[in-house]
Nanobody, 125 residues
Framework: VQLQASGGGLVQPGGSLRLSCAASGPTYSSYALSWFRQAPGKERDFVAAIKWNGGSTRYADSAKGRFTISLDKAKQTVYLQMNSLKPEDTAVYYC???????????????????WGQGTQVTVSS
């Protein structure tokens, strides 16, 4: 699987951004795509995930109500719509994929074997 993330940039607090991650490779029933982020000096944290079959989603508490993850199966692309952005959302955002996801592990970094390059999101006035 190859993953190509894009869409990062500089945005003012309260603004919005949409990240995209184009995936290539086979899809199976237990396939899932996700977004993680890593701020300077911090660990890579879970943001959101979506299952290929059924489209069930999971969000980190910090993302609930502000971020939306979605999937375009025809393009094999996962999106992260981020609204009401805060300075603390500043980080490098990574997309990841797993062929063996189960619901209970959707938010775990170790559940994802494939990672794309990051895209920088900076929220600042």
């Amino acid at each position: 699987v190859q993953l190509q993330a894009s869409g990062g940039g500089l945005v003012q607090p309260g603004g919005s951004l949409r990240l995209s991650c184009a995936a290539s490779g086979p899809t199976y029933s237990s396939y899932a795509l996700s977004w993680f982020r890593q701020a300077p000096g911090k660990e890579r944290d879970f943001v959101a995930a979506i299952k290929w079959n059924g489209g069930s989603t999971r969000y980190a508490d910090s993302a609930k109500g502000r971020f939306t993850i979605s999937l375009d199966k025809a393009k094999q692309t996962v999106y992260l719509q981020m609204n009401s952005l805060k300075p603390e959302d500043t980080a490098v955002y990574y997309c990841a994929a797993s062929y063996s996801i189960i619901t209970s592990t959707m938010g775990e970094r170790s559940a994802y074997k494939y990672w794309g390059q990051g895209t920088q999101v900076t929220v600042s006035s």
